[in-house]
Protein backbone atom coordinates (compact mmCIF):
# COMPACT_ATOMS: atom_id res chain seq x y z
CA UNK A 1 0.00 0.00 0.00
CA UNK A 2 2.72 2.24 0.78
CA UNK A 3 4.47 1.61 -2.34
CA UNK A 4 0.83 2.79 -4.50
CA UNK A 5 0.97 5.60 -2.26
CA UNK A 6 4.88 7.17 -2.75
CA UNK A 7 3.89 6.18 -6.61
CA UNK A 8 0.55 8.75 -6.75
CA UNK A 9 2.27 11.37 -5.08
CA UNK A 10 5.07 10.84 -7.27
CA UNK A 11 2.70 11.00 -10.06
CA UNK A 12 0.89 13.71 -8.91
CA UNK A 13 3.43 15.89 -8.63
CA UNK A 14 4.69 15.11 -11.40
CA UNK A 15 1.39 16.38 -13.53
CA UNK A 16 1.80 19.32 -11.57
CA UNK A 17 5.38 19.96 -12.47
CA UNK A 18 4.60 19.74 -16.27
CA UNK A 19 1.54 21.37 -16.69
CA UNK A 20 3.40 24.33 -14.81
CA UNK A 21 6.21 23.95 -17.09
CA UNK A 22 4.09 24.30 -19.90
CA UNK A 23 2.11 26.70 -19.69
CA UNK A 24 4.64 29.04 -18.43
CA UNK A 25 6.20 29.96 -21.68
CA UNK A 26 2.57 30.37 -23.03
CA UNK A 27 2.02 33.22 -20.60
CA UNK A 28 4.93 34.89 -21.25
CA UNK A 29 4.17 35.14 -25.09
CA UNK A 30 0.45 35.76 -24.70
CA UNK A 31 1.32 38.52 -22.67
CA UNK A 32 3.33 40.26 -25.03
CA UNK A 33 0.76 39.71 -27.95
CA UNK A 34 -2.28 40.58 -25.97
CA UNK A 35 -4.08 37.09 -26.37
CA UNK A 36 -5.78 35.80 -23.85
CA UNK A 37 -3.46 34.35 -21.33
CA UNK A 38 -5.32 32.23 -19.06
CA UNK A 39 -6.90 30.41 -22.31
CA UNK A 40 -3.92 29.76 -23.84
CA UNK A 41 -2.09 28.60 -20.70
CA UNK A 42 -4.79 26.17 -19.88
CA UNK A 43 -4.82 24.62 -23.10
CA UNK A 44 -1.18 24.09 -23.43
CA UNK A 45 -1.06 22.95 -19.86
CA UNK A 46 -4.06 20.19 -20.93
CA UNK A 47 -2.34 19.47 -23.86
CA UNK A 48 0.97 18.24 -22.35
CA UNK A 49 -0.68 16.57 -19.68
CA UNK A 50 -3.23 14.70 -21.59
CA UNK A 51 -0.02 13.51 -23.67
CA UNK A 52 0.91 11.80 -21.09
CA UNK A 53 -2.05 10.66 -19.86
CA UNK A 54 -2.18 8.83 -22.37
CA UNK A 55 0.73 7.07 -22.60
CA UNK A 56 0.27 5.86 -18.50
CA UNK A 57 -3.19 4.75 -19.48
CA UNK A 58 -1.08 2.43 -22.68
CA UNK A 59 1.44 1.32 -20.31
CA UNK A 60 -1.26 -0.03 -17.87
CA UNK A 61 -2.96 -2.54 -19.35
CA UNK A 62 -1.52 -5.03 -16.91
CA UNK A 63 -2.98 -2.87 -14.03
CA UNK A 64 0.23 -2.04 -12.58
CA UNK A 65 2.83 0.70 -13.72
CA UNK A 66 6.16 0.39 -12.73
CA UNK A 67 8.73 3.42 -12.13
CA UNK A 68 10.09 3.00 -15.14
CA UNK A 69 6.81 3.31 -17.52
CA UNK A 70 6.03 6.40 -15.26
CA UNK A 71 9.83 7.74 -16.38
CA UNK A 72 9.30 6.77 -19.64
CA UNK A 73 6.21 8.26 -19.98
CA UNK A 74 6.87 11.69 -18.55
CA UNK A 75 10.08 11.32 -21.47
CA UNK A 76 12.67 10.60 -18.59
CA UNK A 77 15.28 7.83 -17.76
CA UNK A 78 15.72 6.30 -14.66
CA UNK A 79 19.30 5.35 -13.99
CA UNK A 80 20.88 3.08 -10.90
CA UNK A 81 23.55 5.38 -8.91
CA UNK A 82 26.34 3.11 -8.17
CA UNK A 83 27.53 3.31 -4.73
CA UNK A 84 31.55 4.13 -4.22
Do not use: H, W, Y
Amino acid sequence: MNSMIAKTLDLSQRLISLFIASALPIITGGAILGVDVVKSAGVAGLTALFGVVQKLAAASVDGELTSEEISAAFGTKTTKRSTK
